[in-house]
């Protein structure tokens, strides 16, 4: 399995951005489909953005959309979010997750590999 580490969070004002990061291991990255996903504190992890290995398209949750841009670079075996214009219910740990199958934003396969998360915090 690929080894992810997630880094890019923080403490950020509502209406700010930040750009969150997740670094894989291993020389197979081009060939992993990448998600992003979020647990707020007493809910449960929910899908955020997707983009599938051949990064033909990309799919993000409704609250997410025109906000959120989830990109990739090969070369650099990571996988990025970038996040504009945050909100207070933004507030949670995102991980990425890498090796699944996306078939839209509310029909897909969980990879096995799972970054630790990064803590990102809005304040209103």
């Known amino acids: 399995q690929v080894q992810l580490v997630e880094s890019g969070g923080g403490l950020v004002q509502a209406g700010g951005s930040l750009r969150l990061s997740c670094a894989a291991s291993?020389?197979?990255?081009?060939?992993?489909?990448m998600g992003w996903f979020r647990q707020a504190p007493g809910k449960e992890r929910e899908f955020v953005a997707a983009?599938?290995?051949?990064?033909?398209?990309?799919y993000y949750t409704d609250s997410v959309k025109g906000r959120f841009t989830i990109s990739r670079d090969n070369a650099k075996n990571t996988v990025y979010l970038q996040m504009n214009s945050l909100k207070a219910e933004d507030t949670a740990v995102y991980y990425c997750?890498?090796?699944?199958?996306?078939?839209?934003?509310?029909?897909?396969?969980?990879?096995?590999?799972w970054g630790q998360g990064t803590q990102v915090t809005v304040s209103s």
């Open positions: 291993g020389r197979t990255f081009s060939s992993y489909s």
């Open positions: 997750n890498a090796g699944g199958t996306y078939y839209s934003a509310t029909r897909y396969l969980l990879g096995g590999s």
């Open positions: 983009m599938p290995w051949s990064g033909s398209t990309t």
